[in-house]
């Protein structure tokens, strides 16, 4: 079949209304609960490419945040599949259809036994739905576990589960058979290496989930717990990866109390930790249930729960069917085989692990540069840079945060995004198909950033100095911290320009 020429994508890319016009319709006929990227200045994104994406005037972009684009925008084997099986049949699961049964045999032959069984569905937010659905039915329970600041999807049933979200101003009250147990954040959380220097950090953050399920126990018969839901990685809550031993405790600690564990691999799926296909197995787990979607269209709405052989039977055994009207349809399908083919043919997953080695070096270096930055953390193509005013301290700066998010897209044309509890962690999560050289430039754009944030600082702190210098007769030794200022931002200059 043909495919489109270069001038109709030109044609299709070109700006049909002017961004006035445009912000002006979003506003009269879009939900104002429905946020933008940088809402002071919004970005009118017309075309995608690889790593990059570009404006209306034709701009390019850096794109240091889509997790979604896994394999890179329009990937042009991605696009083929799907453009392909459109113009040949899409329909539901409910007929025969190869590119259905081989999607379900390459994901499952990526997951560790006895995930066998797929669900297909439509985004993150069903297969977390379903998850839940599967392992209420299974359990008899109701009880599910879930940690502070996780985010689970946008329906009812994972709101619910959904700390980033129900703890908010506005947010429902969350119900009493959800749990929130600890974050496991060694750098800011409830119990950080900086308080407990010596202590088995996975041990200590899996003790308050042990104390849930105990209680749910000592309540008796048909208690207990029906499921512990984590997001392998947490992504809102700040790039938080799990001290070690974490999740073996916790998953020990729930299936005693006759729960299931669900691995939520949404955002960090599919390669992107570098050292291994899913996240969930740096921690040495097997779950009941794992969750995917995002990554897995590169853009396109797929999702998919896996599980085991047991669960899926007794989800049938009910006697109620499930249908969903578009999960696992032909096109849908047959871009996940697209996405996971690239990612096997051009390297990716091995790509992340030496591209997110090579920004945590740098990172960590520009740590020793920058009092600014408190923390660096990452695994693969997923990475958080924690931003504080007090480095002893460990108090997260969130304006600093925000102004370096415009900067790099003002300045650099760089995008990267901020989240966490207090939002002050700086998130790269770029598609897999970033390279050595937009790493270089996204670190030579931050060092620019931290540099001049940290020049407004002296500035302002050296104008305070002053002040006082004047009343107090101390103008000699405010002069001398100046000096000393001055000489560490030259060094700074001199290694903006070495990068």
Not at 32 to 57: H, N, T, W
Not at 60 to 68: A, E, G
Not at 208 to 233: D, N
Not at 301 to 310: I, K, L, Q
Request: glycine fraction near 8%.
């Amino acid at each position: 079949m043909p495919f489109a020429h270069e001038s109709q994508l030109k044609s299709v890319a070109s700006e049909q209304l002017t961004k006035t016009e445009t912000i002006k319709l979003r506003n009269q006929h879009i939900g104002q609960a429905c946020q933008l990227f940088y809402r002071s200045d919004p970005l009118k994104i017309v075309r995608g490419q690889g790593q990059y994406m570009f404006d209306e005037e034709g701009t390019r972009y850096l794109d240091c945040i889509n997790n979604v684009a896994h394999v890179g925008h329009c990937h042009p084997e991605v696009v083929r599949a799907g453009a392909l099986q459109m113009a040949t049949i899409s329909t539901n699961n409910r007929f025969l259809h190869d590119e259905l049964v081989q999607c379900a045999r390459t994901l499952t032959s990526k997951m560790p036994e006895p995930l066998s069984v797929c669900f297909f569905v439509n985004s993150g937010s069903e297969a977390n739905d379903l998850a839940l659905r599967l392992a209420r039915n299974f359990t008899k329970r109701q009880d599910v576990i879930t940690l502070d600041h996780a985010y689970h999807g946008h329906l009812q049933s994972v709101m619910e589960v959904s700390p980033y979200k129900f703890n908010q101003p506005g947010g429902e009250t969350k119900p009493d058979y959800v749990h929130v147990a600890p974050c496991p954040d060694i750098y800011g959380g409830q119990f950080t290496d900086k308080m407990y220097p010596d202590a088995d950090m996975g041990a200590l953050y899996a003790r308050p989930i042990e104390e849930i399920c105990q209680r749910q126990l000592a309540k008796g018969h048909g208690h207990g717990v029906a499921a512990f839901i984590a997001e392998s990685l947490q992504s809102c809550g700040g790039q938080i990866l799990p001290p070690a031993g974490y999740f073996q405790a916790v998953y020990e600690a729930v299936r005693s109390a006759g729960g299931v564990c669900i691995a939520d691999e949404v955002q960090v799926g599919f390669g992107r930790v570098g050292s291994h296909y899913w996240a969930f197995e740096t921690q040495n787990v097997v779950p009941d249930i794992v969750c995917v979607a995002k990554p897995m269209g590169n853009g396109h709405p797929v999702g998919a729960v896996v599980t085991t052989p047991e669960i899926a039977q007794a989800f049938h055994a009910t006697g109620v069917a499930y249908f969903n009207t578009y999960g696992g349809n032909p096109v849908s399908c047959a871009i996940a085989n697209a996405v996971m083919r690239v990612i096997e043919q051009e390297g990716l997953q091995q790509n992340a692990l030496v591209l997110g080695d090579y920004l945590l070096r740098e990172c960590n270096r520009l740590k020793q540069d920058f009092e600014c930055i408190g923390d660096v953390r990452g695994a693969g193509l997923f990475v958080g840079i924690e931003l504080v005013r007090d480095r002893a301290e460990r108090s997260p700066d969130k304006k600093a945060a925000h102004w370096v998010v415009n900067r790099m897209k003002q300045l650099h044309r760089v995008l990267v995004s901020s989240d966490g509890p207090n939002d002050n962690v700086i998130k790269l999560k770029p598609p897999m198909c970033f390279s050595r050289e937009n790493a270089d430039e996204f670190l030579l754009a931050f060092r620019e950033c931290l540099t001049t944030l940290m020049q407004d600082r002296l500035t302002s702190a050296t104008s305070s100095a002053a002040a006082v210098a004047a009343t107090s007769g101390v103008i000699a030794t405010a002069a001398e911290t100046l000096a000393n200022k001055t000489k560490l931002f030259e060094r700074q200059d001199r290694l903006i320009k070495s990068v």
